[in-house]
């Protein structure tokens, strides 16, 4: 059977995206195939089209609103003809993959239409939400009939510069030459097509203070009104940042920013006494959402410097929870990163040692351990330092490592928590590591991962929304049927009181 059919309306179209296909090294198993014009010549060639595993329609698109210009890849999310609309779910796959490939590629809704759409009823459709309009995916997204579907258009004409302008027409050489760098694209989208079994991994995403932290900044809007200042990422994730910053958020890196007297959130990783007083200094109206568990390792960094002793952090240099940590003991604290430093320290006191809570456990406790071998009588923490949620995080994503071909971790790339998730899935695997990749969305995910990835594990961050998540198991489902399984290894059932400046 034929892995992709890639069909195109017109001649020069079939011939552009052919020209990305030619050997060497050869693209067995595609064919690209020209159906014709419209949406019913699209639908009898539709029905003689062979079997293939895969199904994509390309070629030139119009653009519905000026948001799209010539010369933009349209990626289809959807596909509408009158009532009926066929999802796209492995469209963010796709747009990823082309953007990756320095092609200007959009997401967004495709009409299908029986004619050319100009004017009012162009506009008519813009406001349902569509992003642009063709003549043939509608009969082909029918026939894919469930099967990997795709709509890849480039738009040649756009409200702002119609079709019939000499120099939409002009554009018509460079579109020629997109379709050639498609062909491509699609062929490793249609390598990656086949059936999978998906793992998650449980717990895996927010956790008890990000959920605080969060809910801190929304409470915080509805009292005190935009805009609320917030110090530094809420939490490190950029879909929460935007989220949040789209419902009057202002994300500020240092109080200087911040006119006086402003409502101000502290983040959850915590700040350093001096921005406190700082912030008390230019009259601000604080909200501290720095996670109880941050402000514990706070209070025990104060005991232990309290009582004289030398405080060593383990944890990583530049991060906002390291620094305000030791801007808690300024003089009596120092930061190690690994066990090679350990030899290096000369205290010239009594040690305690402290870790980040967001530490990869196994390396933290090869530190901690390096430093009670130089220093017997170092004291550590009371508790554990590194929190209940990146320690659950950690056992769940081993469990669906040992049987994953490949490990999605879905975090941002300054989530200190996801990094170290990647980290340890990258090291475990009871036959050989996984490929562990740390990826913000579905769009991140590269095709060549997928093409030899059967089974998949998927976690997320402290810090990722769960709908994020979400996103990427549904473009794993437009690759081919999906099995999914949940592996929790634990049951999270912690919360925390929130502050009193927004307490209902
Ligand atoms: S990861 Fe742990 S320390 Fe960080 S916010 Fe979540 S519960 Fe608090």
Redesign the pocket.
């Known amino acids: 059977m034929t892995g992709l059919i890639v069909c195109t309306a017109l001649g020069l179209e079939a011939r552009a995206v052919a020209r990305g296909l030619r050997p060497p090294p050869g693209r067995p198993g595609i064919r690209v195939v020209r159906i014709g014009m419209g949406p019913d010549r699209a639908a009898r060639a539709a029905a003689l089209l062979p079997p293939a595993a895969a199904l994509a329609v390309t070629g030139f698109g119009g653009a519905l609103h000026d948001g799209l210009r010539p010369g933009d890849v349209l990626v289809a999310t959807e596909v509408r003809s009158g009532d009926r609309v066929w999802p796209c779910p492995s469209a963010p796959l796709l747009a990823g993959e082309l953007l990756r490939a320095g092609l200007p590629a959009r997401l967004g809704p495709l009409v299908t239409s029986p004619g050319i759409v100009t004017g009012r009823a162009r506009l008519a459709l813009a406001r349902e939400g569509a992003c642009a309009v063709d003549m043939e995916s509608a009969p082909l997204a029918e026939a894919a009939g469930g099967r990997p579907f795709a709509a890849v258009r480039v738009i040649v004409d756009a409200p702002g510069a119609p079709l019939l302008n000499p120099a939409t027409l002009c554009g018509a050489v460079p579109a020629r030459r997109t379709l050639t760098r498609i062909g491509p694209v699609l062929a490793r989208w249609a390598a990656a097509v086949g059936p999978r079994r998906v793992l998650l991994a449980s717990p895996r995403s927010f956790?008890?203070?990000?959920e605080?932290?969060i809910e801190i900044v929304e409470l915080a809007l509805d009292r005190f009104g935009p805009p609320v200042y917030v110090r530094k990422q809420i939490?490190h994730n950029i879909h929460v940042v935007r989220d949040l910053e789209r419902r009057g958020a202002v994300f500020v890196d240092e109080l200087a920013e911040v006119p006086e007297g402003a409502a101000t959130v502290f983040s959850?990783?915590g700040v350093a006494p001096s921005v406190r007083e700082e912030a008390a200094r230019r009259g601000l109206r604080v909200v501290d959402a720095t996670?109880?568990?941050?402000a514990k390792v706070h209070a025990e960094a104060r005991r232990f410097a309290a009582r004289g002793d030398l405080v060593v952090l383990i944890g990583h240099a530049g991060h906002e929870?390291v620094e305000g940590v030791l801007g808690e003991v300024p003089g009596a604290g120092v930061l190690v990163e690994d066990e090679a430093e350990i030899e290096g320290l000369r205290p010239g006191r009594g040690v305690a040692y402290l870790t980040q809570?967001?530490l990869a456990a196994d390396e933290a406790g090869r530190v901690s351990a390096a430093i009670r071998r130089r220093f017997p009588d170092a004291e550590g923490p009371r508790g554990d330092d590194i929190?209940?949620?990146?320690t659950n995080r950690q056992r769940a994503v081993r469990a669906v490592a040992d049987e994953a071909d490949l490990v999605l971790v879905v975090g941002s790339a300054n989530s200190s928590?996801a990094l170290r998730l990647t980290e340890v899935a990258a090291r475990s695997g009871r036959d050989g590591a996984p490929l562990a990749r740390l990826v913000d969305g579905p769009g991140d995910v590269a095709l060549d991962w997928l093409r030899e990835a059967r089974t998949v594990g998927v976690t997320a961050g402290?810090?990722t929304p769960g709908s994020v998540v979400d996103d990427v198991v549904a473009a794993l489902g437009g690759l081919g049927p999906l099995e999914v399984e949940e592996r929790r290894v634990t049951e999270e059932n912690?919360e925390f009181t929130l502050p009193k400046e927004v307490r209902p």
């Open positions: 956790c008890a203070g990000v605080r932290a939490v959850a990783h996670c109880p568990l941050v929870e809570t967001t929190c209940y949620a990146t928590n402290a810090s912690v």
